[in-house]
């Protein structure tokens, strides 16, 4: 039952001054707290060594088909044949040439020989496509790499941008590995900008071809994936120029794709008008061929061009069933998005790897401890839990909801619905970016908490780090990225004020827009129990407060600043909120999704683990960042007190089945390879690496 000042506070909601009064009254007579509870230390249950707190009950093994779902059989499929055959584990030193390879020979026993499909699960079940990248990228993650190229992004351009034809003329050799080909769409002075790139393909009316060329040498492709050395084909990405009867000569119709052969199916040399160049060794990654590729008047015929969005008729007439170059252009790139959908996917797979061996040789690993007694595990001190329980905590918020978005990805492949396709590239450049910049910092994080031993090559965090870092970019830059997602937001919000609808990511702030922004209520302000902090509701309405204000104070600021910088001046002012605008929006989905999660597990047990893990992650990003709900007093004093309290707790309590929960993972000693990790005696395992 509500008290009395909390219905005195309801009633006052539409009296701005006389709430002011009542609010600043709390603050001199406060009101009795609705939950039991007292203050400062006894608030909560005295903190106490991890060991010491309540231990919930994990079945891992339920815990573990939960998360890895229906196509744990596949994932199996590809770690058995890989551990049959030790010849293609790759080695901790290797030279470049022998790395790629070795890549190539991994890729081709698993299609070739394992019978592993990825291109025929990508255009049937795209959550399976995605389980099979996460597993090959844990055998080596180059051939993630080289396996989400050759499929995902030559297939997948072939397959989603061109049309019938093109799909029963290529598709045969692609699935078989007959047919390896590029994604040629990055130039060496164009990246993030694609409609500034400058390649070009020319109409020839005369010959039925299309000429393909480098004008400068800015636009040379480069970073180009199978193109140093595998590649026979190449999807170019150019802007397709058709011949016109006025002084300009030529129009520019935007940028289309184009199957471009760049070396003979038998002989396997370069084709004429084709300079093939090697990009070197690079920080990471080295068994993926990264090439440059310059194109001299290159000829090919019209049926080449990918004409799904627009198409030139024999006699150089253009035709599009959309009106403008941008739409085109949208409607292209909105087909490429399954690629950040399976980094995004697949950083998480890192992640996982990384948090896996770092909490394990945590709970091994002892030093110091009270006079006369044994060594603690370091993972019982206060400080290591800290870097390593909102870590896991993270890893599993961020595990359901990119599984949400490859459920997503699949559902807008079959149905094609716009609304949709425009939901799923808002939340895939979102998380792709957020997820891949957290798992980055966390790499560095791993390795120092496992000391010296986390700085050996063969427990793989530095080979992780380097192979990872360059997530951050390809597929996106994540700062780019991170604005479109704010840019999607403030399309939203201009639209909720003329009457238009959000889209499905975006529904919260419908409410939000009414409710969140009002003033916080005095009275919940300042609860603080256990009970309140753990409530779902308390945790996302918080959420979707603040991420609610910064779109406020964004649009307010970008409408003043626009006025005397322009448009343009007033982004770039305003960056740095924009960024943290789009980081707290998908801070919101992927706490709702993880909520979610949650309330569908069938089994009590792994149920209250999962509920365990969630709180902590959604009030460690509460305290991290209580300063915003400081400010306008979302968040009294002692409520923010009790929020630290309770997550140090609740990193407590998770410490005590984090073994369980890295466990749930499901990644065997054959995976991780680390020998700090391994399940059993892993010093011995350790020794033995290093020839005792």
């Keep these: 039952m509500e008290s009395p000042d909390q219905d005195r506070t309801a009633e006052s909601e539409s009296q701005p001054i006389a709430r002011r009064i ?43 088909n939960y998360m890895r779902g229906k196509h744990r059989e596949i994932q199996e499929r590809v770690f058995n044949y890989f551990n049959s055959r030790p010849e293609l584990q790759t080695p901790i030193e290797i030279s470049k040439d022998d790395h790629r390879e070795l890549c190539m020979s991994q890729l081709r026993g698993l299609v070739l020989e394992a019978g592993v499909r990825p291109f025929r699960a990508l255009l049937e079940d795209p959550a399976q496509y995605f389980a099979i990248l996460e597993a090959v990228g844990s055998i080596d993650m180059s051939l993630g790499i080289k396996t989400g190229v050759q499929f995902s992004l030559w297939g997948g351009s072939v397959i989603n941008l061109g049309t019938k034809k093109h799909r029963d003329k290529y ?4 699935d078989s590995l007959e047919y390896l080909g590029c994604f040629a769409m990055t130039e060496l002075h164009h990246g993030s900008n694609v409609q500034g790139l400058q390649t070009t393909a020319t109409f020839d009316p005369f010959t039925d071809e299309f000429i393909i060329n480098t004008p400068n040498d800015g636009a040379i492709k480069w970073w180009i994936g199978n193109a140093a050395v595998h590649g026979k084909f190449a999807s170019v990405f150019a802007k397709l120029m058709l011949p016109t009867h006025d002084s300009k000569g030529v129009s520019d119709m935007g940028v289309h794709a184009f199957i471009v052969p760049i070396r003979d199916l038998k002989t396997h040399q370069t084709l004429p008008g084709i300079e093939i160049h090697d990009c070197g060794h690079k920080v990471g990654l080295n068994g993926v061929d990264n090439g440059a590729l310059r194109f001299r008047s290159v000829r090919i015929p019209r049926d080449n061009l990918l004409n799904r969005f627009g198409d030139v008729s024999r006699d150089g007439k253009y035709t599009s069933s959309l009106p403008t170059i941008n739409k085109r252009f949208a409607a292209t790139l909105g ?42 595990s370091i993972l019982d001190y206060q400080s290591h839990q800290h870097k390593l329980m909102p870590m896991l905590a993270s890893t599993y918020a961020f595990h359901f909801s990119t599984v949400y978005l490859v459920e997503k990805y699949a559902e807008m492949k079959k149905s094609h619905d716009e609304q949709l396709n425009a939901d799923v590239h808002a939340l895939s450049a979102g998380l792709k970016a957020y997820v891949t910049s957290y798992t980055a910092k966390s790499l560095s994080i791993c390795r120092e908490a496992c000391g010296g031993h986390g700085y050996a090559a063969v427990n793989r965090f530095g080979m992780l780090r380097n192979d990872h870092d360059i997530f951050q970019t390809f597929e996106g830059d994540n700062t780019v990225l991170l604005q479109q997602v704010a840019g999607d937001l403030l399309k939203q919000y201009q639209e909720k004020f003329q009457g238009g609808t959000f889209t499905v990511t975006w529904n919260y702030l419908k409410e939000s827009m009414n409710t969140y922004l009002s003033q916080p209520n005095p009275v919940t302000a300042r609860w603080e129990s256990s009970d309140h902090l753990r409530d779902p509701k308390f945790q996302l309405d918080a959420f979707r407060y603040r991420t609610s204000r910064l779109l406020q104070s964004v649009a307010v600021r970008l409408r003043k600043h626009s006025k005397t910088l322009g448009g343009f001046g007033a982004w770039n002012r305003c960056l740095n909120h924009l960024l943290t605008l ?83 993972f499901d990644l065997p000693d054959e995976v991780t390879r680390a020998p700090i990790a391994m399940k059993s005696d892993a010093y011995a395992h350790y020794t033995q690496y290093a020839g005792f």
């Design 22 to 64: 009542e609010r600043l009254s709390l603050h001199l007579s406060p009101v009795p707290r609705p939950f039991s509870g007292t203050d400062d230390d006894s608030q909560l249950e005295v903190l106490k060594c991890s060991r010491g707190a309540p231990k919930i009950s994990v079945d891992t093994e339920n815990l573990s």
């Design 582 to 664: 789009a980081e707290s929006h998908v801070e919101t989905v992927i706490l709702a999704k993880f909520i979610d999660a949650v309330e569908s597990c069938p089994v009590p047990s792994s149920r209250a683990a999962l509920k365990l893990v969630c709180d902590l992650y959604a009030l460690d990003r509460i305290w991290k960042d209580i300063g915003t709900y400081r400010n306008v007093d979302y968040v009294a004093p002692n409520k923010a007190k009790a929020i630290h309290k309770l997550s140090e707790y609740l990193s407590f309590q998770v410490r005590n089945i984090a073994k369980e929960l890295v466990d749930a």
């Design 335 to 376: 087909e490429l998005v399954g690629g950040r959908v399976g980094l995004a996917y697949s950083s998480v797979s890192v992640l996982k790897l990384a948090s896996t061996i770092a909490i394990r040789y945590s709970l091994l690993r002892q030093q110091f401890g009270p006079p006369k007694q044994p060594e603690v």
């Design 171 to 174: 598709f045969d050799g692609i």
